[in-house]
């Protein structure tokens, strides 16, 4: 297994916090992570059910197992637990006691708030980056096998098909999550609905409309997509607002935590057909603008990212905020020759500022040249020379 890049900030989080919480998707390499970083903890997987059962059962005698240190795997099985962790940091608060892993985010940070506020240091890890992922296929610079691929680690540590890989996702971990988190009784229609998303990546969703192509309630939907949200499988872009002088958008667009999820609810079977279907640009995007975030979030940072559209159309595919009116423009084209309306919607932003605020803009596209045009950076991220990413 490669070195993950969050392994700094959650050592540098150890040092600091009694206890460190690391959130994330199902499979995206959390146990292997802290197993690796903190090899002198115990080890309890609260999703056994003989472990759970200690836990519940005499929660300071499961305590009083691992003093020295413990790692309490998928803690959002049992929450009361962290009362119980709290009152052993309160007597002790060394360093790095406690690393505890969830993925159900609503769990975790209500026991969080209500028990270990100012105790943990709370981090994200996601599945792999493209630096990441890239350890294993170097040479590799074309969107579509990413896209195909998605990923997940067990894909490329383990050399998994990603069809079985992710239909055995949907069963084993998605369905199950979410009838923990709901009571969801129409799996047909949320099948069609997960299917229906992935159809509109990259794409303003109204809920009114999704409701009547899955022929259930926008309230309905609005719970799914919550829930979806919430066990890291949907990643909600919102609108930017300001006073600007036009009327903007108001819709969020939504995209795929992992976009190899996204590809197989296509239906899509090899890079070709990732090439060539009416989808590839909003697969691109969600390549990218994934990547970002979770590179960004992989640092110990939490990204401001957002969109620009107007009532004109005019729009800028991401906006990430570096500091008060400093901005980061990003515009994604999935092509490889460098047409001069691909800046459009990046001409409109800039110009609707006010004086005050500083863009830089960038246009990420599938060509080879990296050139500077009117003020923008023009560049693939996808290729092996591009640098890490950084809002610095």
Not at 85 to 105: A, K, M, N, P
Not at 282 to 311: C, M, T, V, W
Not at 357 to 383: C, H, M
């Amino acid at each position: 297994m490669i070195e993950r890049e969050l392994k700094h900030e959650l050592q540098k989080a150890a040092g600091e916090y009694p206890a460190v919480t690391l959130m994330g998707p199902r499979q995206s390499g959390k146990t292997t992570i802290v197993r690796q970083c903190f090899p002198g903890h115990a080890y309890r997987s609260l999703e056994d059910p003989d472990v759970r059962a200690r836990a519940k059962d005499d929660p300071r005698g499961f305590l009083d197992e691992a003093k020295e240190g413990v790692i309490l795997d998928e803690v959002q099985r049992v929450p009361e637990l962290l009362s119980y962790v709290q009152g052993r940091i309160d007597e002790d608060r060394r360093s790095g006691r406690f690393i505890l892993t969830g993925s159900h985010q609503p769990q975790v940070h209500q026991a969080i708030s209500q028990s270990l506020a100012g105790r943990t240091a709370v981090l994200e890890l996601y599945p792999f980056t493209l630096s990441e992922a890239r350890a294993y296929e170097p040479e590799e610079t074309r969107p579509w096998p990413w896209i195909l691929r998605g990923f997940y680690p067990g894909i490329y540590e383990f050399g998994l098909e990603p069809a079985r890989f992710y239909r055995s996702y949907m069963a084993t971990y998605v369905e199950r999550d979410i009838r923990q988190l709901i009571r969801l009784r129409e799996l047909d229609a949320f099948e069609v609905f997960l299917r229906l998303m992935a159809g509109r990546v990259g794409h303003l969703v109204n809920f009114s409309a999704l409701a009547n192509d899955v022929g259930v309630s926008a309230p309905t939907i609005r719970e799914w997509i919550s829930v979806l949200k919430a066990s890291y499988i949907l990643f909600e872009l919102r609108p930017w607002f300001a006073n600007l002088r036009k009327r903007l958008v108001k819709a969020s667009k939504f995209y795929f935590v992992d976009v190899g999820f996204a590809a197989w609810l296509l239906g899509l079977e090899t890079p070709e057909q990732v090439e060539r279907d009416p989808l590839r640009g909003g697969l691109f995007e969600n390549l990218l603008i994934l990547d970002a975030y979770k590179q960004l979030l992989h640092q110990g940072k939490s990204p401001l990212f957002s969109f620009f559209r107007d009532s004109n159309d005019n729009e800028v595919d991401l906006l990430m905020t570096r500091a008060g009116r400093h901005f980061l423009a990003v515009e994604i084209k999935s092509g490889a020759t460098f047409q001069k309306d691909m800046l459009r919607g990046l001409d409109v932003f800039r110009g609707a500022l006010d004086t005050d605020s500083q863009v830089d803009a960038e246009l990420w596209y599938g060509g080879e040249d990296e050139v500077r045009f009117k003020g923008v950076t023009i560049r693939n991220p996808l290729k092996s020379s591009s640098k890490p990413f950084t809002l610095d």
